[in-house]
């Protein structure tokens, strides 16, 4: 069976061309999508090129932090904030974009959400982690304040960065306060990085006793593994 990411290349070719296949240093492809669903559309086609239809699921990450547009006014999420003339017309709430995840949820294989909302939106994350929160990760990153997350409730998994936390032993402390409250725990890299082992060896030090963690968000490298991948 081909790789899911080799079916993923080819099915951006043939609908939006070779330029679509190039990717950033993120590792990710940035074709011209025009609707919400038609990138998850295209993986479930990819997942099924590779054969992988009920076996592969994949993970999203709203990014909202950036586009949120809070506005202070009314609160609202801007779909269309990319756009120079934008009217406002696609502007949502809080609510409706917690049930546009959702329905991303019944109609996709996703098993992790990654910034749903702004990074102090906490209402709206607590809500979905309240209503989907079994069925799939809730991953804070750009919210993440971890106490008051978990006393919150507002995420069921950490994305774990070193660098923003300061130290490895901060790093083991913040790990063990999520696994403690039941959480995932997911080990970034992050933009620019090097062929350094670390990420891997924090990744398994110590796996059962104090990391244990269930996801590593690898990045960029994964189609020719340097020495951290």
């Not at 997942?47 to 239809?53: C, L, S």
Request: hydrophobic fraction near 35%.
């Amino acid at each position: 069976m081909k790789m899911v990411i080799s079916a993923v290349y080819s099915v951006i070719k043939k609908k939006y061309g070779q330029d679509a296949t190039n990717v950033g240093d993120e590792g990710g492809f940035a074709p011209n999508i025009q609707e919400n669903k038609e990138g998850l559309e295209l993986l479930k086609t990819a997942i099924a090129k590779a054969g992988y239809t009920g076996k592969a699921s994949f993970s999203i990450s709203g990014i909202y932090a950036s586009t949120y547009n809070l506005q202070l006014k009314d609160k609202t999420y801007d779909l269309n904030f990319k756009e120079e003339n934008n009217d406002g017309s696609q502007k949502i709430s809080g609510d409706s974009l917690k049930n546009v995840y959702k329905s991303f949820v019944t109609d996709y294989p996703i098993v992790s959400i990654e910034d749903p909302f702004d990074q102090d939106d906490w209402e709206h994350y607590a809500k979905m982690t309240s209503e989907v929160g079994d069925q799939v990760q809730i991953v804070g990153d750009d919210l993440l304040r971890v106490e008051k997350a978990i006393k919150e409730k507002t995420c069921n998994a950490l994305l774990l960065k070193v660098n923003q936390i300061g130290s490895v032993t901060e790093s083991i402390e913040a790990v063990k306060m999520s696994k403690c409250a039941g959480w995932g725990v997911m080990a970034s890299h992050r933009s620019g990085e090097t062929e350094d082992t670390f990420i891997a060896d924090l990744s398994l030090l110590r796996i059962e006793e104090e990391l244990g963690h269930a996801a590593i968000y690898a990045g960029a490298k994964f189609r020719a593994p340097v020495e951290p991948y």
